[in-house]
């Protein structure tokens, strides 16, 4: 399979709940479970902010209680299009945005992948969490792949909720839980992805991969292209959004703290419209070997994937700040928002 498809992302608080009481993640999976969405996964972040500028983190025992959430479900439009309306209504108030990407799944062929100046392509994998190759755990395996492969950097991230090839899969205690969903995103040249694309697909029992391009900004302290300088608004009057992504690790430090923290807390300062940061469990960026750890520990050497979403004006803002902060370690890109809805009370911004 090789089709174009949408990536529908929100961003929420743990504890929000829906109109009839459930709790938002719970009632999206639902949602993307019922419609027999090709893949999703409900990710816990472990500090954010968003319109309200209220901080979520896992250092206070008060805020740990309403931990950031970011709900990821990809599929064809006609899919998407078709959750869409629920999506927004059960989330509000929150952050949805629509991604335009590549997907591919069961056989997967080499593609001919051509990037533009400081241009990359993200790649996501989409499997379960006990997943094994040769009894070594595929995130573990993937890794280590896309590093001797050249790829700029990836991180495996955990799910605790969401959908694979249309089922239902819940994180459960005193459960194995061997099918619910994890991610492995991955940063790199066009060509090197497309050449390694096969020997992905290869290691997995029934792979899903998204595609989609980006462009590199940071890596390693080095700059490499500021974010594009586009227009406010588009030629028919609808602003336009962009996102960063700052992949960094919990031993990454700056002024004493993880920089992910250090980021989070800045943007926040300079008033920038949201921030959510996850931890992965395994991952690489640059010429550094994957490392990581099998449990969720804090200052453990563990990635960190910091997500920015605003409008042009603020990300070039945002985008000093992270500059500051990442002048020796992390991968950052950036890319464009086709469509994006966001409320905060009685307030509405963006499209979709």
């Known amino acids: ?88 209504a059960l989330n509000r108030p929150g952050l949805v945005t629509l991604d335009r990407a590549r997907l591919l799944a069961d056989d997967i062929d080499p593609l001919g992948i051509k990037d533009e100046v400081n241009e990359a392509t993200k790649l996501t994998l989409y499997f379960g969490r006990q997943d094994t190759v040769f009894q070594v755990p595929a995130f573990e395996v993937i890794c280590a792949l896309l590093h001797r492969r050249g790829i700029a950097g990836a991180t495996a991230l955990l799910g605790v909720d969401g959908t694979a090839h249309g089922r239902r899969q819940r994180a459960r205690f005193f459960s194995r839980n061997a099918d619910v969903p994890m991610m492995v995103i991955a940063v790199g040249s066009g060509d090197r992805i497309g050449l390694v694309l096969p020997e992905l697909g290869g290691l997995l029992r029934r792979p ?49 703290e993880p920089i992910h923290r250090a980021i989070v807390r800045r943007l926040r300062s300079a008033n920038i419209s949201g921030a959510t940061t996850t931890r992965g469990i395994w991952g690489f960026h640059g010429d550094h070997a994957p490392r990581g750890d099998h449990f969720l520990q804090a200052g453990r050497h563990v990635p960190a994937v910091t997500t920015v979403i605003d409008t042009p004006e603020r990300i070039s803002a945002a985008f000093d700040i992270v500059d500051e902060l990442t002048s020796e370690r992390g991968l950052v890109t950036s890319e464009a928002i086709p469509a994006l809805r966001a409320t905060s009370g009685q307030h509405q911004h963006g499209h979709l």
């Open 208 to 256: 899903l991969i998204t595609l989609e391009k980006v462009r590199i900004c940071k890596r390693d302290g080095q700059l490499i292209s500021r974010p594009d300088n586009v227009p406010h608004i588009d030629d028919h009057g609808v602003p336009l959004w962009q996102k960063l992504m700052i992949y960094t690790s919990e031993a990454a430090r700056q002024g004493g």
């Open 1 to 88: 399979m090789d089709a174009d498809c949408v990536k529908l992302t929100s961003y929420f608080g743990e504890r929000h709940r829906t109109g009839g009481g459930t709790f938002v993640g719970d009632a999206l999976i639902d949602l993307y479970g019922q419609h027999e969405i090709a893949a999703s996964i409900l990710l816990r972040g472990i500090e954010g902010f968003g319109l309200k500028h209220r901080l979520r983190t896992d250092h206070s025992l008060t805020l740990s209680e309403d931990l950031p959430l970011i709900a990821i479900a990809v599929d064809s439009r006609p899919n998407i299009e078709a959750v869409l309306d629920q999506t927004l």
